[in-house]
């Protein structure tokens, strides 16, 4: 189980505990509506954000790097 998960029953709050891998929470017998989602931490938010900023500079340093070598070919005439 990834932390992140929040459920609510019959509305309110509960706290999701891990259960052999597997979200668990504690409902009271009868009929319940329960919702359980799933919420990106603020570490996942945040290494998403690092990883497409590295790929997004990665590609601009490809780039730049092979408009350099095409430039400095057409100077010595290669």
Request: proline fraction near 4%.
């Amino acid at each position: 189980m990834y932390y992140g998960y929040q459920a609510t029953v019959n509305g309110k709050l509960v706290p999701v505990k891990a259960n052999k891998g597997l979200a668990s929470i504690k409902i009271e017998p009868g009929l319940n509506e329960v919702t359980l989602k799933y919420k990106k931490t603020p570490l996942q938010v945040g290494t998403f954000w690092l990883s497409f900023i590295t790929l997004l500079l990665t590609i601009v340093w490809l780039y730049l790097k092979k408009k350099r070598k095409l430039t400095s070919n057409q100077q010595t005439g290669l």
